[in-house]
């Protein structure tokens, strides 16, 4: 239910109001606009009809919310949720935060050169994968705590934040240090986790699902706001259609969207999209150009050696060419990357 103040209302019958949703079990989440002050109550709403909250004079208007999703839904909280990890602001709409690194950590020799390229190029945060989700059991699986030991090196080496992937409740612990923790596409539904990270304090970079409509993708965020954790980042990454000519099939048309719909910052991942590097850049332009908040892109300093997602992997190089194009195209938007 969203229920609006009237302007001027009265400190004392305010808390009254507060006091008597609250007996009922009614959670208030008040969003303070610059004339209007809304709240958005969360519980058993059966409880309370927008009739007898009207019939109070300090209400302007009440209203029940039709989606399911309530926390992450904009009618809920009318202003852009802009994260700030250190400084760096995600969903400020000036800034397209760039977040680049291999798929894996492998050696701290590579994360330290990859991180050193990509901070030099402009990037703002290190991403890299350190327990890693993948298809086969024969294929590697990621250099686990070793892993986030050395991406935490790489970050006192740049001073980028990093960005890495929780696959497991009972890996939490490792992860309090981690400025951004990921949630890949495959545990986007594991209801468990999502209830777990919504109990941390670091910000939740949420993957979509392989095949997850944009309701469900919603309502797992939810998941992790419910608990606790309202910085949640939604990450598209592509989805699974009828056809294979790339990886994914990426879904630009859900950035406006969910702009629209939730007040949650979005980015887009061009390199898990497309599965494919000659097509990174060309769909990285496209993201920044839908507006997205920020974009996660996969360089390797060995692409043909790297043990993980070489193939859609840029080098440096061609992530520095890609950078200095990437800020004309946000220039265009009045931003900057
Ligand atoms: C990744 O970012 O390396 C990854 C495994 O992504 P996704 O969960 O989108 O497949
Ligand atoms: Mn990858």
């Known amino acids: 239910m969203i229920v609006v103040l009237k302007n001027g209302a009265e400190k004392q019958k305010i808390e009254e109001l507060k006091k008597n949703l609250n007996e009922k079990g009614l959670e208030i ?111 590697f699986q990621g250099l686990g705590a070793e892993g986030l030991e050395l991406l935490k090196i790489a970050r006192k080496e740049t001073g980028l934040p990093i960005v890495t992937e929780l696959m497991a409740i009972n890996q939490i612990p490792l992860f309090e240090d981690v400025d951004i923790i990921q949630i890949g596409a495959r545990n986007m539904q ?12 670091n910000p939740i970079l949420l993957k979509r699902g392989l095949s997850a409509t944009v309701k469900e993708f ?64 060309t769909l990285a332009k496209a993201a920044v150009a839908v507006g997205a908040d920020g974009l996660i892109i996969e360089v390797h300093n060995n692409p043909e050696k790297a043990l993980c997602d070489g193939e859609q992997s840029l080098t440096p190089a061609q992530f520095d060419d890609l950078m200095k194009v990437l800020g004309k195209y946000a220039a265009v938007e009045g931003r900057t990357v």
């Open 29 to 139: 989440h008040e969003s303070k606009g610059k004339d209007v002050t809304l709240w958005g109550l969360v519980g058993d709403t059966s409880r309370i009809t927008p009739e007898e909250l009207l019939a109070n004079d300090i209400v302007e208007s009440a209203q029940r919310v039709k989606a399911p999703y309530k926390q992450a839904s904009r009618s809920f909280h009318p202003e852009d949720t802009v994260i700030d990890v250190k400084g760096n602001k995600i969903g400020d709409g000036k800034i397209c935060s760039i977040m680049a690194g291999p798929c894996s950590v492998e050696t701290e020799e590579q994360i330290i050169e990859v991180a050193k390229a990509v901070k030099a190029s402009g990037a703002r945060f290190l991403r890299g994968g350190a327990f890693k989700p993948r298809t086969s059991p024969y294929s």
């Open 190 to 201: 594991n209801f468990d986790l999502l209830k777990e990270v919504g109990k941390l304090k």
């Open 218 to 281: 919603l309502m797992s965020a939810e998941y992790i706001m419910a608990s606790g954790n309202e910085n949640v980042i939604l990450c598209e990454r592509g989805i699974r259609t009828f056809d294979n000519y790339t990886r994914n099939c990426l879904d630009l048309s859900i950035v406006p969207y969910l702009k629209k719909e939730t007040h949650l910052p979005v980015i887009i991942d061009p390199s898990h999209a497309c599965g494919i590097r000659w097509m990174v850049p």
